[in-house]
């Protein structure tokens, strides 16, 4: 007992009597009633992921071990009473705590982003307290599901980003948000406030279920966690503050969610590299709305921005989604796999199926048994066992392992529940490579159609504000910068405009081929600057080109070649005589350049 208030001492502020606990350092609401509850041995009221209690029950714990290690009680609480914290006096109107806060923390163990910035928001300002429990605790409270910091720094930098349009780096989240504060002349509160909004939405995405939002745009959200895809976020951050806003409705919202689901679970199981997909995002938002108008058309800007991506952002198309499908080892992505099999079986049917009751099952096993090695090879085995066609769903808690197919058959029809996935499984009587490629086919046609994306064709709907130049005021292309060209009602997206000769050909030539071959020859109408006769072919074959002057022509077909290089004035009137040629009339070709900034 003696040593028991001699510990209260060093624990309790014994010269403030007037107050309950008498507590030296005070800690915030939420922990100081877990404190409280502590102290007053009401483990009704304690909660496990509080820091209060688990680093109650870390002391305890070696305290414990202390004891039983021979350490006696005196000797813990002579060590307790070397502990020693330091303060800092500061002077108001003279020091900047926030300034003295960060040289401080450079010295020792960084803190991570978000305690940086919440030091930043809430440490020089006279209301602290109040901001804290109005603000930041919701906001915690929203985010956080255990002691870690991870949801909360994952948070703040999908954040920045959103605001600044563009990649942060982990390592200058909390700088840039500084500066963006600073710019935006912002107070504390109306900061925090804005980080509450966002915060709101944030958590939505993270833990779909627990959102107010529609089934459809829940079991979206889900699946992105599920493939572990959050590099949409910042988009979505953007999307949703809309919708909470009223710019537009549900119906517009859930199609934009949706689109931007199927597009990553397509890119996912094509195996595309994710590592420009965050800087895409980060600006996908600010590059569809350049021009405000497009919000009048909010799903069609952004479907179709989303469809003019080219190379390592662009769609996967039906092929090659088709041939992952078949071919790729679903199996070996968990999260994948799990999605795949559900989005088969669960389809638009209203009971559907629950990932957490079920396993996913390889119907050629993973180590054949002498049965199965009868017709099946090892090479076959390593090629096919861990795809589409051999993967179905069970409960039975994965005792199918290496039995043989008519005990798995067994299995399958006794304890599953996914009708569409084992529909040709249990009607063989064996299962062969030619079964599991047959069900690969049925399956991925199956998934084709449900993970459809079509684009929209809007040439109303432009990206920048361009002017349009038509075949007779061509020379007005010089020193502009190219956009796009129309043809016969199409656009198509060019940066550079030496490719449009080519482009163009190439476009005219899948309806009339024949007519490419009896322009072979035709020649430069105008006048060539230091030019020899071969010089002047428009469209020609390889022998009709000077060795000098071939980096000025490109392929179009097997030995026809078409001019394509020089000045931009020069491809133009190239362009010309090949659009005459193919007797386009005027009014269907022009050019989209960008608007002259003033």
Same mark, same amino acid.
């Given at each position: 007992?003696?040593?028991?208030?001699?510990?209260?001492?060093?624990?309790?502020?014994?010269?403030?009597?007037?107050?309950? *606990?008498?507590?030296?350092?005070?800690?915030?609401?939420?922990? %100081?009633?877990?404190?409280?509850?502590?102290?007053?041995?009401?483990?009704?009221?304690?909660?496990?992921?509080?820091?209060?209690?688990?680093?109650?029950?870390?002391?305890?714990?070696?305290?414990?071990?202390?004891?039983?290690?021979?350490?006696?009680?005196? @000797?813990?609480?002579?060590?307790?009473?070397?502990?020693?914290?330091?303060?800092?006096?500061?002077?108001?109107?003279?020091?900047?705590?926030?300034?003295?806060?960060?040289?401080?923390?450079?010295?020792?163990?960084?803190?991570?982003?978000?305690?940086?910035?919440?030091?930043?928001?809430?440490?020089?300002?006279?209301?602290?307290?109040?901001?804290?429990?109005?603000?930041?605790?919701?906001?915690? %409270?929203?985010?956080?599901?255990?002691?870690?910091?991870?949801?909360?720094?994952?948070?703040?930098?999908?954040?920045?980003?959103?605001?600044?349009?563009?990649?942060?780096?982990?390592? +200058?989240? *909390?700088?840039?948000?500084?500066?963006?504060?600073?710019?935006?002349?912002?107070?504390?509160? #109306?900061?925090?406030? @804005?980080?509450?909004?966002?915060?709101?939405?944030? =958590?939505?995405?993270?833990?779909? =279920?627990?959102?107010?939002?529609?089934?459809?745009?829940?079991?979206?959200? =889900?699946?992105?966690?599920?493939?572990?895809?959050?590099?949409?976020?910042?988009?979505?951050?953007?999307?949703?503050?809309?919708?909470?806003?009223?710019?537009?409705?549900?119906?517009?919202?859930?199609?934009?969610?949706?689109?931007?689901?199927?597009?990553?679970?397509?890119?996912?199981?094509?195996?595309?590299?994710?590592?420009?997909?965050?800087?895409?995002?980060?600006?996908?938002?600010?590059?569809? /709305?350049?021009?405000?108008?497009?919000?009048?058309?909010?799903?069609?800007?952004?479907?179709?921005?989303?469809?003019?991506? #080219?190379?390592?952002?662009?769609?996967?198309?039906?092929?090659?989604?088709?041939?992952?499908?078949?071919?790729?080892?679903?199996?070996?992505?968990?999260?994948?796999?799990?999605?795949?099999?559900?989005?088969?079986?669960?389809?638009?049917?209203?009971?559907?199926?629950?990932?957490?009751?079920?396993?996913?099952?390889?119907?050629?096993?993973?180590?054949?048994?002498?049965?199965?090695?009868?017709?099946?090879?090892?090479?076959?085995?390593?090629?096919?066992?861990?795809?589409?066609?051999?993967?179905?769903?069970?409960?039975?808690?994965?005792?199918?392992?290496?039995?043989?197919?008519?005990?798995? +058959?067994?299995?399958?029809?006794?304890?599953?529940?996914?009708?569409?996935?084992?529909?040709?499984?249990?009607?063989?009587?064996?299962?062969?490579? =030619?079964?599991?490629?047959?069900?690969?086919?049925?399956?991925?046609?199956?998934?084709?159609?449900?993970?459809?994306?079509?684009?929209?064709?809007?040439?109303?709907?432009? /990206?920048?504000?361009?002017?349009?130049?038509?075949?007779?005021?061509?020379?007005?292309?010089?020193?502009?910068?190219?956009?796009? /060209?129309?043809? @016969?009602?199409?656009?198509?997206?060019?940066?550079?405009?030496?490719?449009?000769?080519? #482009?163009?050909?190439?476009?005219?030539?899948?309806?009339?081929?024949?007519?490419?071959?009896?322009?072979?020859?035709?020649?430069? +109408?105008?006048?060539?600057?230091?030019?020899? #006769?071969?010089?002047?072919?428009?469209?020609?074959?390889?022998?009709?080109?000077?060795?000098?002057?071939?980096?000025? *022509?490109?392929?179009?077909?097997?030995?026809?070649?078409?001019?394509?290089?020089?000045?931009?004035?020069?491809?133009?009137?190239?362009?010309?005589?090949?659009?005459?040629?193919?007797?386009?009339?005027?009014?269907?070709?022009?050019?989209?350049?960008?608007?002259?900034?003033?």
């Amino acid at each position: 007992m003696h040593l028991l208030l001699e510990l209260l001492k060093v624990l309790i502020n014994t010269q403030s009597p007037s107050q309950e *606990y008498k507590i030296k350092l005070k800690p915030i609401k939420s922990d %100081n009633i877990q404190y409280s509850a502590l102290l007053k041995h009401d483990n009704s009221k304690l909660d496990e992921n509080s820091h209060i209690v688990e680093n109650y029950r870390l002391a305890k714990q070696t305290f414990d071990n202390w004891l039983r290690q021979g350490i006696a009680s005196r @000797e813990i609480l002579w060590a307790i009473r070397q502990l020693q914290v330091v303060g800092i006096s500061l002077k108001e109107g003279e020091d900047d705590p926030q300034i003295i806060f960060e040289s401080i923390n450079s010295t020792g163990v960084a803190l991570t982003n978000s305690d940086l910035i919440r030091n930043f928001l809430l440490m020089s300002d006279h209301d602290q307290e109040r901001l804290f429990e109005d603000y930041w605790l919701p906001i915690e %409270n929203k985010l956080r599901r255990d002691n870690s910091n991870h949801a909360m720094d994952a948070f703040f930098r999908q954040f920045i980003i959103m605001k600044k349009n563009s990649v942060v780096a982990e390592r +200058k989240v *909390y700088q840039t948000f500084v500066d963006t504060f600073k710019n935006e002349n912002l107070s504390h509160e #109306q900061a925090l406030k @804005e980080i509450k909004d966002y915060a709101e939405l944030y =958590a939505s995405f993270m833990y779909p =279920a627990e959102s107010s939002y529609n089934d459809d745009i829940k079991t979206d959200l =889900a699946s992105l966690n599920r493939i572990n895809q959050s590099t949409s976020y910042p988009f979505f951050l953007h999307v949703f503050h809309d919708y909470e806003n009223n710019e537009i409705d549900e119906e517009t919202l859930t199609k934009v969610i949706h689109l931007i689901t199927i597009y990553l679970i397509r890119r996912t199981i094509c195996d595309v590299p994710s590592n420009s997909l965050l800087g895409f995002f980060a600006s996908y938002y600010a590059r569809t /709305f350049k021009l405000a108008k497009n919000k009048k058309k909010y799903y069609e800007a952004i479907n179709k921005y989303l469809f003019v991506q #080219q190379n390592q952002n662009e769609v996967p198309d039906d092929n090659q989604l088709k041939n992952a499908l078949i071919h790729s080892k679903l199996y070996l992505n968990k999260g994948l796999c799990d999605l795949i099999m559900l989005d088969i079986e669960n389809g638009n049917s209203k009971e559907k199926l629950n990932s957490e009751d079920l396993t996913i099952e390889h119907i050629m096993p993973q180590t054949m048994s002498k049965s199965w090695r009868k017709n099946i090879s090892d090479e076959e085995h390593d090629e096919f066992v861990h795809t589409l066609g051999n993967l179905s769903i069970t409960g039975y808690n994965s005792e199918m392992s290496n039995k043989s197919f008519a005990e798995k +058959k067994h299995i399958l029809e006794e304890n599953s529940k996914a009708i569409i996935l084992n529909k040709d499984v249990v009607d063989k009587n064996e299962w062969t490579i =030619a079964d599991i490629k047959a069900r690969a086919e049925r399956l991925a046609d199956i998934l084709l159609n449900r993970y459809e994306l079509n684009p929209i064709e809007d040439s109303r709907i432009e /990206f920048e504000a361009v002017d349009k130049i038509g075949l007779d005021n061509l020379d007005a292309t010089t020193g502009r910068k190219l956009v796009s /060209f129309t043809l @016969e009602g199409s656009k198509y997206p060019v940066k550079y405009f030496k490719d449009v000769p080519l #482009q163009v050909i190439q476009i005219l030539d899948q309806d009339n081929p024949d007519l490419l071959k009896s322009l072979v020859g035709l020649t430069w +109408k105008g006048t060539l600057n230091n030019a020899n #006769q071969n010089s002047s072919f428009i469209i020609c074959q390889e022998k009709d080109i000077d060795d000098k002057l071939k980096w000025s *022509y490109s392929k179009v077909r097997d030995d026809i070649y078409v001019m394509t290089g020089g000045s931009a004035h020069r491809n133009m009137h190239v362009l010309k005589q090949i659009i005459e040629a193919y007797k386009i009339p005027k009014d269907e070709f022009y050019l989209s350049v960008k608007v002259k900034e003033n």
